[in-house]
């Protein structure tokens, strides 16, 4: 039996609590939080409440597992229900797309009908790649652990050979490989959506996230009532089933080496656990920049210090080389009355999406100049779901646009959100774009609350606010994310930051994958 030590409470971590006390392994869960989630987090206030992170469960295949290694099924303890439509799309042209749940000849239907003909035969040519890609990379680069450049080395040599690095394209990006078979620019909106799931910039990130449509269309959008967060509550209580103490309220501020291997962790006040394994939820950047051994002095730049070994060397080199992942400015707001044919998630498309990516990475006009936004995308959440309404005549509504990560200090890595009145002036912002696209809400509003990425950073300690850890943009940054086993013998990495990515689905792959590397008791 190993001494564990998970260092943070989201999805990831206590899915790995989880299935590590199931092993036999004595666990211990610390979250510097009040409460666990994470980035999967929760906001009530007068009878209106709000999932704050994901609102969309994709590929439930991977929690069925997780319930079904643990204990009880997974139907035993949540809701889990489908979404459909999966989305509703409005374009800049005025024209508006309702998206079918995993039914490829309605979807192909409803984009003939609101897009025009052909529209519907380019998006099932490219679905068809999209499926290809999914099957050459599920097993390598999502249930598997990574091996940097030799993940993409081994699939050239395995049973697909050369045929599945074709069908992946690495030298391609998803831009690139949708304009192989999209020909109508807002089926390029819609797939370069896909690109933000990781936060990313679809015309530098790789092609092989052409996946990601294909899991969501094929395994369905899916929705649990009471929100998101009860699939938190389900996955900490299990984990306390299987033995693991859930600490809240603790904060880890250091993991201690001895041996060039973990030893403990020490807690914010000085305590000290003794740990056998640490297995971190935490930004893969703050673990390496600020919980390890070799962090930097003031003025240091974050990545870039000097550690004890070269493998810790090598993993700060790596994240520092990366592009860090965008992240989201939220609105929560609480309204009176309904709307009528609402859908459960809608997008709001601009005209320039691509002025979009300059914005938040500071990238082509914007080189060197990341800023909020003018006209974004924004993605409103609006589930018809009793228990986050106080009434049937009010609504809950979660709003994300795409933003800049938090820096206050280097305005050539992000925004400085915290500035006097930028806040307030954005959201009213957000809400004159919203009116522009046909969902005027204004004079229905109760209140709202805003959350920026300043407010991200602060919660969740991920660095900017940053939702993703590091972006895939690049032709190689979705093989190299922060690899699950350190090089620090003992330490681990689940979570959105590390591999094989953000959301929902792939925190869970990668508690699997870690469970998998310590094994049993």
Same mark, same amino acid.
């Given at each position: 039996m190993a001494r564990v030590v998970v260092v943070g409470a989201g999805l990831g971590g206590l899915a790995a609590a989880a299935r590590l006390g199931a092993l036999g392994h004595a666990v211990t869960v610390c979250e510097q939080a009040p409460q666990v989630g994470g980035k999967l987090g929760w906001f009530e206030r007068d009878g209106?409440?709000?999932?704050?992170?994901?609102?969309?469960?994709?590929?439930?295949?991977?929690?069925?597992?997780?319930?079904?290694?643990?204990?009880?099924?997974?139907?035993?303890?949540?809701?889990?229900?489908?979404?459909?439509?999966?989305?509703?799309?409005?374009?800049?042209?005025?024209?508006?797309?309702?998206?079918?749940?995993?039914?490829?000849?309605?979807?192909?239907?409803?984009?003939?009908?609101?897009?025009?003909?052909?529209?519907?035969?380019?998006?099932?040519?490219?679905?068809?790649?999209?499926?290809?890609?999914?099957?050459?990379t599920r097993t390598p680069f999502l249930?598997?652990?990574?091996?940097?450049?030799?993940?993409?080395? &081994? =699939? !050239?040599?395995?049973?697909?050979?050369?045929?599945?690095? +074709? /069908?992946?394209?690495?030298?391609?990006? %998803?831009? $690139?490989?949708?304009?192989?078979?999209?020909?109508?620019?807002?089926?390029t909106?819609?797939?370069?959506?896909?690109?933000?799931?990781?936060?990313?910039?679809?015309?530098?990130?790789?092609?092989?996230?052409?996946?990601?449509?294909?899991?969501?269309?094929?395994?369905?959008?899916?929705?649990?009532?009471?929100?998101?967060?009860?699939?938190?509550?389900?996955?900490?209580?299990?984990?306390?089933?299987?033995?693991?103490?859930?600490?809240?309220?603790?904060?880890?501020?250091?993991?201690?080496?001895?041996?060039?291997?973990?030893?403990?962790?020490?807690?914010?006040?000085?305590? &000290? =656990? !003794?740990?056998?394994?640490?297995?971190?939820?935490?930004? +893969? /950047?703050?673990?390496?920049?600020?919980? %390890?051994? $070799?962090?930097?002095?003031?003025?240091?730049?974050?990545?870039?210090?000097?550690?004890?070994?070269?493998?810790?060397?090598?993993?700060?080199?790596?994240?520092?080389?990366?592009?860090?992942s965008l992240s989201g400015f939220v609105l929560l707001l609480a309204l009176r009355g309904r709307t009528p044919g609402l859908a459960h998630h809608t997008v709001l498309f601009p005209a320039d999406y691509d002025a979009e990516f300059d914005a938040v990475f500071g990238t082509g006009r914007l080189r060197g100049r990341p800023q909020p936004v003018a006209d974004p995308t924004v993605y409103a959440s609006v589930p018809d779901d009793p228990a986050l309404r106080p009434d049937e005549h009010s609504e809950a509504w979660f709003v994300l646009v795409n933003a800049p990560r938090h820096s206050p200090h280097d305005p050539r890595a992000g925004v400085d959100w915290t500035a006097p009145g930028l806040a307030d002036a954005y959201a009213d912002r957000v809400l004159a774009v919203m009116a522009q696209r046909g969902l005027d809400v204004r004079e229905r509003l109760l209140w709202r609350e805003v959350r920026t990425p300043a407010d991200l950073e602060r919660e969740t300690r991920s660095v900017g606010g940053s939702i993703y850890g590091s972006s895939s943009n690049g032709a190689r940054a979705a093989f190299l994310r922060p690899a699950n086993r350190s090089p620090v013998p003992g330490l681990f990495l689940v979570g959105g930051s590390a591999h094989p990515g953000g959301g929902i689905p792939l925190v869970g792959l990668s508690a699997q994958i870690v469970a998998g590397l310590v094994g049993p008791a």
């Amino acid at each position: 039996m190993a001494r564990v030590v998970v260092v943070g409470a989201g999805l990831g971590g206590l899915a790995a609590a989880a299935r590590l006390g199931a092993l036999g392994h004595a666990v211990t869960v610390c979250e510097q939080a009040p409460q666990v989630g994470g980035k999967l987090g929760w906001f009530e206030r007068d009878g209106f409440a709000f999932d704050t992170g994901p609102s969309l469960l994709t590929w439930p295949q991977v929690y069925e597992d997780l319930f079904a290694a643990t204990g009880a099924p997974l139907r035993h303890v949540v809701d889990v229900v489908p979404v459909d439509p999966a989305c509703a799309y409005r374009f800049a042209d005025g024209t508006q797309l309702r998206v079918p749940d995993r039914d490829p000849a309605a979807l192909h239907r409803a984009l003939e009908d609101a897009l025009g003909p052909g529209r519907g035969d380019q998006w099932a040519a490219f679905a068809a790649r999209a499926e290809r890609v999914w099957e050459a990379t599920r097993t390598p680069f999502l249930t598997s652990p990574l091996d940097g450049a030799r993940t993409l080395a &081994r =699939l !050239a040599t395995g049973p697909g050979g050369t045929r599945d690095v +074709a /069908t992946i394209a690495p030298w391609r990006s %998803l831009r $690139g490989l949708g304009s192989r078979y999209l020909h109508d620019p807002r089926l390029t909106a819609l797939l370069d959506r896909y690109a933000t799931y990781t936060g990313s910039d679809p015309r530098r990130a790789p092609a092989a996230l052409a996946a990601v449509p294909h899991l969501e269309q094929a395994h369905g959008s899916w929705y649990v009532r009471g929100g998101l967060r009860r699939l938190v509550e389900a996955v900490a209580d299990r984990a306390r089933e299987r033995g693991a103490l859930v600490r809240t309220g603790t904060a880890v501020e250091e993991v201690l080496l001895e041996g060039g291997r973990v030893a403990r962790v020490r807690l914010a006040g000085g305590e &000290r =656990l !003794a740990a056998d394994v640490v297995v971190s939820d935490a930004d +893969a /950047t703050a673990l390496y920049g600020d919980l %390890l051994p $070799g962090r930097a002095r003031p003025g240091v730049r974050r990545g870039l210090r000097r550690s004890p070994g070269a493998g810790l060397g090598a993993a700060r080199a790596r994240l520092a080389a990366a592009t860090p992942s965008l992240s989201g400015f939220v609105l929560l707001l609480a309204l009176r009355g309904r709307t009528p044919g609402l859908a459960h998630h809608t997008v709001l498309f601009p005209a320039d999406y691509d002025a979009e990516f300059d914005a938040v990475f500071g990238t082509g006009r914007l080189r060197g100049r990341p800023q909020p936004v003018a006209d974004p995308t924004v993605y409103a959440s609006v589930p018809d779901d009793p228990a986050l309404r106080p009434d049937e005549h009010s609504e809950a509504w979660f709003v994300l646009v795409n933003a800049p990560r938090h820096s206050p200090h280097d305005p050539r890595a992000g925004v400085d959100w915290t500035a006097p009145g930028l806040a307030d002036a954005y959201a009213d912002r957000v809400l004159a774009v919203m009116a522009q696209r046909g969902l005027d809400v204004r004079e229905r509003l109760l209140w709202r609350e805003v959350r920026t990425p300043a407010d991200l950073e602060r919660e969740t300690r991920s660095v900017g606010g940053s939702i993703y850890g590091s972006s895939s943009n690049g032709a190689r940054a979705a093989f190299l994310r922060p690899a699950n086993r350190s090089p620090v013998p003992g330490l681990f990495l689940v979570g959105g930051s590390a591999h094989p990515g953000g959301g929902i689905p792939l925190v869970g792959l990668s508690a699997q994958i870690v469970a998998g590397l310590v094994g049993p008791a």
